[in-house]
Each structure stands twice: as structure tokens, then as C-alpha cells.
T-cell receptor, first 113, second 111 residues
Framework: DAKTTQPPSMDCAEGRAANLPCNHS???????VYWYRQIHSQGPQYIIH???NNETNEMASLIITEDRKSSTLILPHATLRDTAVYYCIVRVWSSGSARQLTFGSGTQLTVLP | NAGVTQTPKFQVLKTGQSMTLQCAQD?????MSWYRQDPGMGLRLIHY???????DQGEVPNGYNVSRSTTEDFPLRLLSAAPSQTSVYFC??????????FGPGTRLTVT
């Protein structure tokens, strides 16, 4: 699976959009981009995933560049409860495989009141 | 709908003891897995199962056994606990494709 690079930490004001970048310059054509977050001491939580197109769900939006070498997770209106470590993961999905998620060091997002 | 449940939440073992970490899900997901999370190491895959009766090893399987007799349950057995197995253990399931659900974790200390 391709490696990802994320800034170690970011701050965001409550109510503002949080834009979390991820670099995955070695991504291959069949690899998906996933975002998970982990709020202190809890299990990781799925946020969103995408292959080529931008995606949006009730939690966030995922913007993938045309060359797929980077992506941005957008939390449109950050709240204090969004303070967490955010992980960008690149992975091939296969029905019969281990489907391992390789969590790097992630970005610690702190939402400030 | 409880999602993924794990018991116990906390456990302290002495070196050499054995125990079973329980994981149960009520979402009828075929895929289940176990990860461990150590400080500064991220999550590492221990074992996984793509359905009842089918299990396989992940990245760090040594010292652990699993079985999958039902869709709902995927217990993780520590055969002879060692201090190196002190960690937080997470069970996860996957819905169809892509989206994995994690349990709340079991915090294990081996002295």
C-alpha cells in the first residue's frame, strides 16, 4: 500500500471548516483513500473514502486531486467533539484479503473554542 | 443495535497466564479482525476472518490464537501472556466493502 504523509498537528476554531491535507504521491490506480479518526482512548471511527471522485457524506467531504497524489478532508463546521487524531490511509480493497488498515501517525486536530 | 462490543474493558494478567478477549457484533458482517495499538506504533493487525470457519494471520500473530465458529463472535486468545503483549486491543468488522467499525477496545496489562 502507498505511504501517506500528514502534518502532525493542526488547530481549528470552533464553527470554522477544518481542512486536513494528506500526501500520497505513490498511490496506484487501484488504491482507495480512506479517512478515519480516533478520539482519545476510543476505537477508530470511519469517516469517508474515495477512489477518484470527490465524496461527501454527513460527516465530511473528501477532495482528491486529479492526479490522485494528494487529498483533503474537510469538516465543514468543526465542533469541540471533532478534536481527535485523523488518519489518512491508502489501500487496495480486496474481498478475500486481510483488508488491513495501516494507521500512520496521523494529524492531531484540536478544535479551539 | 449494539455494533461491536468487546469484553473485558480492562484486564491485568501475570506473565504466563492465558485469557480470551471477547468480540461480538450484531451487524451480520462477514469480515472481522483484531488489532493491537501500542504507543507510537499505530494499529497492527493480529488476525482476521472473512467468514465463519475461516481465519488467517495478520502482521503480528505470534502469541495469539483465534477461531470463528459463528458470524457474531471472534474471540482472541492469549496463550501465555508476556509483558510485550501489554497493549490496547481493538476488534473491527467491515460492512460489505471499505467501512470498518471498531469496538471500544480492551486495555491489557501484563506484569
Amino acid at each position: 500500500d502507498a505511504k501517506t504523509t500528514q502534518p502532525p498537528s493542526m488547530d481549528c476554531a470552533e464553527g470554522r471548516a477544518a481542512n486536513l491535507p494528506c500526501n500520497h504521491s505513490t498511490i496506484s490506480g487501484n488504491e482507495y483513500v480512506y479517512w478515519y479518526r480516533q478520539i482519545h482512548s476510543q476505537g477508530p471511527q470511519y469517516i469517508i473514502h474515495g477512489l477518484k471522485n470527490n465524496e461527501t457524506n454527513e460527516m465530511a467531504s473528501l477532495i482528491i486531486t486529479e492526479d490522485r497524489k494528494s487529498s483533503t478532508l474537510i469538516l465543514p463546521h468543526a465542533t469541540l467533539r471533532d478534536t481527535a487524531v485523523y488518519y489518512c490511509i491508502v489501500r487496495v480493497w480486496s474481498s478475500g484479503s486481510a483488508r488491513q488498515l495501516t494507521f500512520g501517525s496521523g494529524t492531531q486536530l484540536t478544535v479551539l473554542p | 443495535n449494539a455494533g461491536v462490543t468487546q469484553t473485558p474493558k480492562f484486564q491485568v494478567l501475570k506473565t504466563g497466564q492465558s485469557m480470551t478477549l471477547q468480540c461480538a457484533q450484531d451487524m451480520n458482517h462477514e469480515y472481522m479482525s483484531w488489532y493491537r495499538q501500542d504507543p507510537g506504533m499505530g494499529l497492527r493487525l493480529i488476525h482476521y476472518s472473512v467468514g465463519a470457519g475461516i481465519t488467517d494471520q495478520g502482521e503480528v500473530p505470534n502469541g495469539y490464537n483465534v477461531s470463528r465458529s459463528t458470524t457474531e463472535d471472534f474471540p482472541l486468545r492469549l496463550l501465555s501472556a508476556a509483558p510485550s503483549q501489554t497493549s490496547v486491543y481493538f476488534c473491527a468488522t467491515e460492512r460489505g466493502a471499505h467501512e470498518q467499525y471498531f469496538g471500544p477496545g480492551t486495555r491489557l496489562t501484563v506484569t
